[in-house]
């Protein structure tokens, strides 16, 4: 059975092939999302953003790009049997919607402590929740008796080159649309987004800049980019719920090899970055999808020498499901 392990090529999980691949299966189904720009965000940068809008991708978020890849990949035999995965947040509501759109079971693994937005949207779309335990090892096990219980097949959130290549696909549009981008900045979690952007566009275009953006409170991206191995840390705190996991066996290489820096900020940067994005975007984004504005507007972005000759910059606003309850908690303390 295919696990979603396979490599793309012989060095990374997916490459540029794939990706084009993943585009020609899924493009029927996915928004190709807008791309924003303010002037006034302009002015404050002190160069031209674009933002890439995947907070009006189905499902609210870019994991509708792997979920629905993954989904269309499998053949009849494996489709009927379902698709199970654990996820605390946007992928549990996208794959729950590409079962849904392809008429198969979808049983979502959900820690206790997921926000109830995301919860809300796996159960619109379809998705069984199964609870567990907020730890990785409750969700690993919970999953894995699905698995043996249901005969479903295993798709996970970004340690997977289905996911990868579908995610990759983002990179394809901005591309063809604005040639001329030289500066990508992608929120980093487990891996999985980052690592089909950086993929794709750097095929395309070896010279372009792949910048990280994490929050100081999950920074365990920029410390295992520092430390040369992957790092996990034994807790998080950030407010970007998104952001917490850590990288993967397939996605590491990949962050370790084409991400070209990790920019961290902390969550009070984050939320600014969303009142932008409210106030001038006119955009409702989530945590995570605002840090690459927060990035790009830092100290250690603007006062950095290596970026002052990123002049076409474009964000990845990655997703727009608030739980809004913790959005008045966090404006409420500022």
């Not at 796996?122 to 219980?149: H, L, M, N």
């Not at 996991?245 to 009070?268: E, M, Q, S, Y």
Request: proline residues 4%; aromatic residues 6%.
């Amino acid at each position: 059975m295919d696990t979603g392990k396979g490599n793309g090529s012989d060095q990374y999980a997916s490459d540029l092939s794939s990706i084009k691949e993943a585009h020609e299966r899924i493009k029927s189904v996915i928004h190709n999302t807008p791309v924003f720009s303010s002037d006034t965000l302009n002015v404050m940068a002190g160069r031209r953003l674009l933002f890439k809008c995947e907070c009006f991708q189905k499902g609210g978020a870019f994991k509708f790009r792997g979920a629905s890849n993954a989904v269309l990949s499998l053949d009849e035999e494996q489709a009927a049997k379902g698709v199970v995965t654990h996820s605390s947040g946007n992928h549990a509501a996208a794959l729950s919607l590409a079962a849904q759109m392809r008429g198969i079971p979808a049983y979502i693994v959900v820690p206790s402590n997921a926000p109830k937005c995301k919860v809300k949207n796996v159960i619109r779309y379809g998705g069984e929740v199964i609870w567990c335990e907020p730890t990785f090892e409750s969700r690993q096990v919970t999953a894995d008796k699905v698995q043996q219980d249901t005969g479903a097949v295993l798709i996970h959130p970004y340690n997977d080159s289905r996911i990868i290549s579908g995610q990759g696909t983002i990179s394809l549009e901005l591309l063809e649309q604005f040639p001329e981008i030289d500066t990508l900045i992608v929120p980093i979690s487990g891996g999985g987004l980052i690592s089909g952007v950086a993929l794709a566009a750097k095929s395309i275009n070896p010279s372009i800049r792949v910048l990280a953006a994490e929050p100081v409170g999950a920074n365990d991206a920029a410390l295992s980019k520092e430390k040369g191995r992957v790092v996990t840390l034994p807790q998080t705190n950030t407010i970007a719920d998104g952001l917490r996991a850590f990288l993967g066996d397939l996605t590491w290489p990949i962050v370790r090899d084409l991400v070209d820096a990790v920019i961290t900020v902390d969550d009070k940067e984050i939320v600014e970055a969303m009142k932008l994005c409210y106030e001038i975007l006119k955009v409702a984004v989530e945590p995570s999808g605002a840090i690459g504005l927060a990035a790009v507007l830092s100290d250690s972005f603007q006062q950095n020498p290596l970026w002052a000759d990123c002049k076409h910059v474009a964000i990845i606003v990655s997703g727009g499901n608030i739980d809004l309850d913790v959005l008045w908690e966090a404006l409420s303390k500022r």
